[in-house]
């Protein structure tokens, strides 16, 4: 491959972004899906992946569910490749969040566990409660609000004993036990006020 053909794949990932920025989605997808190849023939892995997740973002922004997860999980695949685990966690994490838009919750928690995962090898603390967060989310999308507690008990077996040595890491867990205390009081409010209403008008 040329000169010319890596600033061909620029300006197609140019135009896409500014076809994004002018909300023209339909050519903002063609650009990307366009300069995804183009990378991808250069053996520009990162940034193809790059271009996938732009454009699957556009694709979950349109709703179309099923493609975004599609893109997500080649830009995983276009990560890896490029020796990314950082963003192949960060795609991995958007793919499951699609999944629970899809209401396919062992997928989505699958995809959770994976960037988990990598977010762990990575030490990464802050992707590592994204990911927590996301798994609460799934088990208040399954109704099981005593299953949260669950997930800080995963959490401990699969990154803390791994981090005793990283205080960041031990203070992030107590943090997050604050947070599910919340979250299961923010549920119960609402469901509580629910039923009130309700009653009231029977």
């Given at each position: ?11 197609r990932l ?40 732009m454009l ?85 999308q399954r ?60």
């Amino acid at each position: 491959m040329t000169t010319q053909d890596e600033k061909a794949a620029e300006k197609r990932l140019q135009a896409g972004i500014d076809a994004f920025y002018d909300g023209k989605l339909d050519a903002a997808a063609e650009a990307f899906s366009d300069a995804e190849i183009r990378f991808r023939l250069l053996g520009d892995f990162k940034r193809s992946g790059d271009s996938r997740t732009m454009l699957a973002d556009i694709q979950r922004q349109k709703n179309q569910l099923e493609q975004a997860a599609n893109s997500y999980q080649k830009a995983m695949r276009l990560y890896k490749d490029a020796n990314l685990p950082l963003n192949e966690a960060g795609s991995s994490l958007s793919l499951g969040h699609v999944e629970r838009q899809l209401a396919h919750l062992d997928r989505a928690q699958e995809a959770y566990q994976n960037a988990w995962n990598l977010y762990v090898n990575q030490g990464n603390v802050q992707g590592q409660g994204n990911v927590a967060l996301a798994l609460g989310h799934i088990e208040m999308q399954r109704g099981k609000t005593e299953l949260v507690w669950d997930v800080s008990t995963w959490i401990s077996g699969n990154s803390i004993k791994q981090q005793m040595h990283s205080q960041k890491a031990v203070r992030w867990h107590a943090q997050l036990n604050t947070n599910w205390v919340k979250l299961i009081a923010t549920w119960d409010c609402r469901k509580s006020h629910y039923w009130i209403i309700k009653l009231n008008r029977l």
